[in-house]
């Protein structure tokens, strides 16, 4: 049994992670901002708003075994719309709000044997997109950010991030909330459907957990193809 942190785990991929580390045995410390949840056997919520100034994570164990930072926005505008503050609003959430929780908790990272962190970027990170340019910022920072911590933090502290599609999640629901655009984003994935936030959940908790002992420094595309194949 190990301990995890989740940072925004009260909705979408966030909550699916606490759900399957929780099947797994483990105990997990999710964090919530807008939707106050219960604590459960074995997960243990507080509120955190990673933008503010004070991060207080007293509530952790003295040891993690790993961290997953979720929180995160789609802002889909063209770039003549976009103002500077969006950008550097966009980049606090994203990137230095994982920045600021990763260096709270690196002491209890560090105590465990093998601990790992997960961070999320996108695959419009690596491919462009019409009025994806706020987000293909900030995750080019975060897929960055993976590889240059993956070599300081190594050999005890692996990281690595996932670059997943459109994904069925509350933060994409303007995107997926008629059949008509539901449909579009369907047909425009090789696999011929859209993401699930369990799908990714897969994928964070395989790189949260020993299985994944081996890899460091990784961005894996959990997109159905998307990034890689052209039909």
Not at 35 to 54: A, F, K
Request: glycine fraction near 8%; aromatic fraction near 6%.
């Amino acid at each position: 049994m190990h301990n995890y942190l989740v940072i925004g785990g009260s909705s979408g991929i966030g909550q699916a992670i606490v759900g399957k580390l929780s099947e797994q045995g483990h105990q997990v410390w999710a964090t919530y901002n807008k939707n106050p949840q219960t604590d459960t056997q074995g997960i243990h919520y507080s509120h955190l708003d990673v933008l503010q100034d004070e991060i207080n994570l007293d509530n952790l164990p003295e040891t993690l075994h790993g961290i997953a930072y979720c929180p995160g926005s789609i802002d889909l505008k063209p770039f003549s719309r976009l103002r500077e503050q969006q950008f550097i609003d966009d980049y606090r959430l994203q990137v230095v709000g994982a920045t600021r929780i990763i260096q709270a908790v690196l002491p209890k990272l560090k105590s465990a044997d093998q601990a790992s962190i997960v961070l999320f970027s996108s695959i419009a990170a690596q491919h462009g997109f019409n009025f994806h340019s706020l987000v293909s910022a900030s995750k080019g920072a975060i897929e960055g950010l993976t590889r240059a911590l993956s070599a300081e933090l190594a050999p005890k502290i692996r990281i690595n991030a996932i670059a997943p599609a459109l994904t069925d999640t509350p933060l994409s629901s303007r995107l997926l909330n008629t059949e008509q655009k539901r449909t579009h984003h369907a047909e425009m994935n090789p696999l011929k459907k859209y993401g699930a936030a369990e799908d990714i959940a897969e994928a964070a908790t395989f790189l949260l957990t020993d299985k994944a002992s081996w890899m460091t420094g990784q961005v894996i595309h959990v997109d159905g193809g998307m990034s890689v194949i052209r039909k």
